[in-house]
């Protein structure tokens, strides 16, 4: 079903993001939980200063919107999906004049369960396990990723590599964000504070995780240290320590015991010793909001499929357990690929540095600045519907479509400004299908010439315009030659390839080109080559041969009506008649 289709059975525009029964509200969802989580703050301020008596006239508090991934497997174009929602909620409360800080938490403390399939270097290629060192994970499983060794051997860890991806995929969207790995926030003392109150408040903790999960015991203590054996984490703790002798930090009694890990286990060591709380980690029904307090978060987004159980406990943890306020919560729809789910042991994944080489940064950020909350496709195959949809949405900014409804020129209105850092009237946007055709020609030069002369750049135009406008040729390029679309072929545009044609399809290509040059659509030229074919006694399939080979030299290729619409008319006109 398409988002046209989806948004008339629904009865309410992509664009109206707000409606109740009484009244709809044109609003940016960014701006609903900016609304929030200032309230949130608001609160939290007035609270402090009851309690503290304090100044209320002092500086406002950094705002800390936080996402968040544990390392296991590779960070596709889906797991960008809390940096951006992220993204605009931080803009939205900097255009009201706050401090934001955007962290990202890889939860590389976590142990490796199972070996992935799948793994990606720093420059974004896809590699299955057998192309790097699999032993630097199959030896580690149960390992921390940060203790991990990296199997490309360019970071410090598998934690690392995994990490500097995602930084990597922020950056190429223009998104500031702090990444930090939990395996610091044990190891430098930053998570003392909570551990040691999880430790204290056990039985609490006990009795709140047995409405989440089953199997916890009188014996369950909130922490799994790591062997200091075997360099596993271990989920048996024998006991508790909170005040050791030797020690200014609380400690844990443990045994290195077997780990289920899905379908397989994990074998431990047996080794009995002891760990500090800076030397494991917690479950992560504990850790999660564990870090809200440690990071002082204020807003979270997160996939729907935490929001049944993970979020519940998560909150009931943070309140009931550890006294931390939980930040501001939203739930997002994943997105499927190509209209599948997400799959790297499948192989259904794309990098955020695959998607910039098909489209400019902005498309990509456009594409998650509409509602999260519906279910939507990141279709690679017709990726120009999503680039034509974002050229209608700047146009519609800048004031060029005059069919926009309210709803159009309301959400362009707000939004624009976000996902463009620096809107500029004059910018050019070759339509995405003609920069596919301008890409299957080598020529730089003739590809502006091309441009020129169709009207797509006009003769004032900046060159800083025509530089970006060109720039899409080899993003729609990229993207023909990964779906082998239509425009997957060389046009031979410089010389008409050697050829020999009788006399009736000689006079069967001069008919389809006065038809062409009288102007008509895509289907219509499609079906008159037909006509055109029976009209001269002439076998169809050699006559679309005919057009093959004088376009491409080839003997086959695209569906040729729709094709040659979308090329330039003057040529394909001079081309069917054989004058160039």
Request: with cysteine.
């Amino acid at each position: 079903m398409s988002e046209d289709e989806l948004d008339t059975e629904e009865g309410r525009s992509p664009y109206t993001l707000q409606q109740d029964d009484d009244e709809t509200r044109h609003a940016f969802w960014a701006d609903t939980v900016a609304d929030q989580v200032e309230a949130r703050v608001s609160e939290q301020q007035s609270d402090s200063n009851s309690d503290s008596d304090a100044d209320s006239g002092e500086d406002d508090p950094e705002i800390v919107i936080k996402g968040g991934i544990s390392p296991s497997g590779v960070p596709h174009l889906g797991n960008v999906n809390e940096i951006l929602r992220g993204y605009f909620v931080a803009e939205v409360l900097r255009e009201r004049g706050h401090d934001v800080r955007q962290v990202f938490t890889a939860d590389d403390r976590d142990p490796l369960r199972k070996l992935p399939r799948t793994l990606c270097d720093l420059d974004g290629n896809l590699v299955d396990l057998g192309d790097v060192d699999a032993g630097a994970l199959g030896r580690n499983l149960g390992h921390p990723y940060t203790d991990i060794p990296d199997p490309f051997g360019c970071c410090d860890s598998y934690g690392d590599h995994f990490s500097t991806i995602i930084q990597d995929s922020a950056d190429a969207v223009d998104v500031p964000i702090d990444m930090v790995s939990t395996t610091e926030l044990y190891t430098d003392g930053e998570f003392d504070e909570v551990t040691r109150h999880a430790l204290a408040n056990r039985d609490r903790a006990r009795e709140v995780l047995s409405e989440y999960q089953d199997k916890v015991d009188e014996e369950y203590i909130p922490f799994n240290p790591i062997c200091e054996e075997c360099g596993k984490v271990t989920e048996t703790v024998t006991g508790v320590t909170l005040e050791p002798e030797e020690s200014d930090l609380p400690t844990v009694d443990y045994r290195c015991t077997d780990m289920d890990a899905g379908d397989q286990t994990i074998n431990g060591c047996g080794h009995e010793g002891t760990a500090t709380i800076r030397e494991g980690k917690m479950p992560w029904r504990f850790e999660w909001p564990g870090q809200w307090g440690v990071l002082g978060v204020d807003f979270e987004p997160f996939g729907k499929d935490h929001a049944e159980g993970s979020w519940p406990s998560g909150d009931d943890v943070a309140r009931n357990v550890l006294d931390i306020e939980p930040p501001v919560p939203m739930v997002y729809e994943w997105f499927t690929l190509d209209g599948e789910p997400f799959s790297s042991s499948e192989g259904n994944v794309i990098l955020v540095s695959d998607v910039l080489e098909l489209l400019e940064p902005e498309v990509l950020r456009y594409f998650f600045a509409k509602d999260p909350s519906r279910a939507r496709d990141f279709s690679i195959e017709r990726l120009d519907q999503l680039v034509d949809e974002f050229d209608r949405f700047e146009a519609t900014y800048f004031g060029e479509v005059e069919e926009a409804t309210e709803d159009e020129r309301d959400f362009a209105d707000r939004v624009y400004p976000l996902v463009v850092e620096d809107p500029r009237e004059e910018r050019i946007r070759l339509p995405y299908t003609f920069a596919a055709v301008l890409g299957m020609t080598d020529d730089p030069d003739l590809r502006e010439e091309i441009a020129r002369r169709e009207g797509h750049i006009p003769d004032d135009a900046p060159e800083w315009a025509v530089e970006q406008a060109l720039a899409r040729v080899e993003r729609a390029r990229n993207w023909a030659r990964r779906t082998e679309n239509e425009f997957d072929y060389e046009l031979k545009r410089t010389e008409i390839p050697d050829h020999e044609f009788d006399a009736e399809i000689e006079d069967a290509l001069a008919e389809l080109a006065d038809f062409i040059e009288a102007g008509h659509d895509p289907e219509e030229i499609q079906g008159e080559i037909y006509e055109t074919a029976k009209r001269n006694d002439i076998d169809t399939g050699e006559f679309f041969g005919a057009g093959y080979r004088l376009f491409f030299d080839e003997e086959q290729g695209p569906k040729l009506g729709p094709f040659l619409a979308k090329v330039d008319q003057e040529f394909v006109v001079a081309r069917l008649r054989r004058e160039r």
